[in-house]
């Protein structure tokens, strides 16, 4: 359950904007507001939310320009300090977020990105997945990444030899959600996200196929 919200924005109606497209679907969170990069550490550090909302451009401090700098140093301070936050970063400009690119494959937490430019309903879905712990990256961001050795390794468990994730997690040595995590970061890397009526892990394995990392 979400019971906090924190969106950092400093543009007002933006901020109102996207409290009011969410809480319909959020009718129980708290929801708490920053429009400074100090500020926003500052309610992530004190209220410890479920998930945070934020953009990249902002400034600092009060009367201070807005700089994607000061976004990504919040950033990389909240994963550093808070591994399993949810994160949504709504920017205009996600492509800063390269620079924190080995972060967000560590991230334990949701981590997605929603573009201004999207629809309402587009945003919500992107919130709506990284609070399910899933992520969604850009393509250009994407570019380059490697699937990782463990990634392969889950993929080989469970498509070749039909392990559970409980099962996956004993033979690997670490947790459930660690596991979770991993399917999560590689159906990024392959782009795989979900889509009414279609189970992820069924197109996971088909897409996994098609690169040929399993037979």
Not at 5 to 31: M, S, W
Not at 33 to 42: K, P
Not at 70 to 89: A, C, D, F, P, S
Not at 170 to 190: C, G, H, I, P
Request: hydrophobic share 40%; no cysteine.
């Amino acid at each position: 359950m979400v019971k906090r919200i924190v969106v950092v924005d400093d543009q007002e109606t933006v901020l109102q904007g996207t409290i009011n497209a969410l809480k319909p679907h959020y009718e129980e969170a708290e929801f708490l507001t920053a429009q400074t990069g100090r500020s926003g550490w500052e309610k992530v550090d004190r209220y410890k939310p479920e998930l945070l909302i934020m953009d990249l451009s902002m400034p600092e401090e009060a009367g201070a320009p807005p700089q994607s700098e000061t976004g990504i140093k919040l950033l990389r301070n909240v994963m550093e300090k808070y591994k399993q936050l949810n994160i949504v970063v709504h920017s205009i400009d996600p492509m800063p977020l390269v620079r924190l690119r080995p972060a967000i494959d560590a991230h334990e937490g949701g981590f997605t990105v929603a573009n201004k430019a999207m629809t309402i309903g587009e945003m919500v879905t992107r919130v709506e997945w990284a609070v399910q712990g899933l992520n969604y990256t850009p393509r250009e961001i994407r570019t380059g990444v490697e699937v990782r050795p463990e990634w392969l390794e889950v993929l080989n468990l469970a498509f070749n030899q039909s392990l559970t994730d409980k099962a996956i997690a004993d033979f690997m040595n670490v947790s459930e959600r660690t596991v979770r995590n991993y399917w999560s970061k590689m159906q990024d890397a392959l782009g795989v996200y979900p889509e009414p009526g279609k189970n992820i892990r069924v197109q996971t394995g088909k897409r996994a196929r098609e690169e040929g990392l399993i037979d």
